[in-house]
């Protein structure tokens, strides 16, 4: 990835939470409207999972990855055509990042601290270039700390499930089903916190929003109308 010094910095808006609080569609929504960038920050550790898994490393092994291993593994960012794209030796990764594989084993990668440090460089330089919305746990956090403006999404448990599964295009959920789901998410919930590098924690100077009772798009307009208050937009 290389970082064009011509480009004009602007500003950076990130939006962190729990699992389902609906950040990634949040912010690619945020983004589209300003003509910012949108950096999917867990996108890029469900890339070094793939990596690994098609590698065919054996998670035990993921504990003594050292820095070089993950400059080896082939992950890559291209910044071409305004878009963030996350590839495996050059070739775009989209649904594989989504797989049932993929998300059960991401956890466990995004709490290794060699991973962590090795993806925070990235996020860095992207964060360079500024105009970019930025989702993920740790955005305000730890990646971008003087951003502009921080959001922390949050919802009931409930509204994550069925959102989740929505997305998973399950049409008329039962409550079964949002049971499981609502489990699942839970424990998702608890890895991310209490894992020991970089845990999902709100940002003290972010704006908590609880979108369990909003639509999408209250919520999206609710993002822009702060996004309109930074000067630089
Ligand atoms: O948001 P997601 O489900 O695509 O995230 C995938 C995994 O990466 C999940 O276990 C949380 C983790 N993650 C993280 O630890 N830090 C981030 N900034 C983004 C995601």
């Not at 490393?57 to 080896?72: A, F, K």
């Not at 999404?153 to 049409?171: K, M, P, S, T």
């Not at 916190?193 to 798009?217: C, G, M, Q, V, Y």
Request: proline share 5%.
């Amino acid at each position: 990835m290389s970082v064009d010094s011509d480009i004009v910095c602007g500003p950076i808006i990130t939006i962190d939470g729990p699992a389902g609080s609906g950040k990634t569609t949040t912010a690619k929504e945020l983004a589209s409207r300003l003509s910012f960038r949108h950096l999917d920050s867990g996108a890029l550790y469900r890339a070094i999972t793939y990596a690994l898994v098609k590698e065919g490393i054996p998670p035990e092994r993921w504990i003594s990855l050292v820095d070089t291993d993950l400059d080896n593994i082939g992950v890559n960012v291209s910044l071409e055509d305004a878009k963030i794209g996350i590839c495996l030796n050059g070739e775009p990764l989209f649904s594989e990042l989504r797989t049932t594989e993929v998300t059960e084993c991401v956890p466990v990668v995004a709490s290794l601290k060699v991973v962590r440090e090795w993806l925070l460089g990235i996020q860095r330089k992207i964060g360079m270039l500024g105009n970019l919305v930025a989702d993920g746990r740790d955005m305000g956090a730890v990646v971008f700390p003087e951003a502009d403006l921080k959001i922390f999404l949050v919802a009931d448990l409930e509204a994550r499930a069925r959102r989740r599964l929505l997305q998973n295009f399950v049409v008329s959920p039962s409550p079964e089903e949002i049971m499981t789901e609502a489990k699942i998410i839970k424990n998702r919930d608890f890895t991310d916190t209490a894992r020991e590098f970089s845990p999902l924690r709100r940002p003290k100077d972010s704006f908590e929003l609880d979108t369990t009772s909003l639509s999408f798009e209250e919520q999206v307009s609710l993002i822009l109308s702060m996004a309109e208050d930074l000067t630089t937009i």
